[in-house]
């Protein structure tokens, strides 16, 4: 498996607290990438980073932001968490985005 | 942008049956199509992919076919096991600006025993 690793696996949160999800790779893959995953809607992507400190928008970006300050590490924040924001969210790596993904093992965030 | 419609968005086979999922895509200047199966709890993992360039690949009981003119790929799965059973995703990687793959919402495939 490649070596991807989510923090935390499981959060609850209250409506309005910040909450930051981090994804740490030890492939030195180039591209980094969050989506989330509701049912009925598949994966859509939220934010990526094509380096370090290059980080670009999804489909669902609105309401979240990332930062990418080491190859390693790509986190994803909520600055004020709504329930609508409820999801599991997978952090995927890649060479390039022309070749395969791997995905973490998945966050899953319950808003209240 | 890219939109990618599969189905169906449910499957239920035999042990031994094939299945088949199909997708369509909207962008025609898409070059590349990966297959994700996800089994529960886990994160997707990367079963098969075609490009552009190719109509068909295999991969022991799994194919996928491109057709380009109409814009539709389709997963085929053959003797079909228990083991099969999981939520498979298509997607299309985006042309325009940026590359980004868009996910069909998934095929939830039952394999009855």
């Known amino acids: 498996d490649a070596g991807i690793t989510q923090s935390p696996r499981h959060k609850v949160t209250e409506t309005g607290t910040p909450v930051t999800l981090r994804c740490h790779q030890t492939e030195n893959h180039r591209y980094m990438y969050w989506y989330r995953q509701d049912p009925g809607h598949g994966l859509r992507l939220i934010h990526y980073?094509?380096?370090?400190?290059?980080?670009d928008k999804g489909e669902v970006s609105d309401g979240y932001s990332v930062s990418r300050s080491k190859t390693e590490d790509f986190l994803l924040t909520l600055e004020s968490a709504t329930s609508s924001q409820t999801s599991v969210y997978f952090c995927?790596?890649?060479?390039?985005?022309?070749?395969?993904?791997?995905f973490g093992p998945g966050t899953r965030l319950t808003v209240t | 942008g890219e939109n990618v419609e599969q189905h169906p968005s449910t499957l239920s086979v035999q042990e031994g049956d094939s299945a088949v999922i199909k997708c369509t895509y909207s962008d025609s200047a898409s070059n590349y199509f990966p297959w994700y199966k996800q089994e529960l709890g886990k994160g997707p993992q990367l079963i098969i992919d075609?490009?552009?360039?190719?109509g068909e690949k295999k991969d022991q009981r799994i194919a996928v076919t491109l057709n380009k003119t109409a814009k539709h790929f389709s997963l085929h799965i053959t003797e079909t096991q228990p083991e099969d059973s999981a939520v498979y995703f298509c997607?299309?990687?985006?042309?325009?600006?940026?590359?980004?793959?868009?996910f069909g919402k998934g095929t939830k495939l039952t394999v009855n025993p």
């Open positions: 997607a299309a990687l985006t042309q325009g600006g940026s590359e980004k793959l868009v």
């Open positions: 980073s094509y380096g370090v400190k290059d980080t």
């Open positions: 995927a790596i890649s060479e390039s985005p022309a070749y395969e993904q791997y």
């Open positions: 075609i490009r552009s360039n190719v």
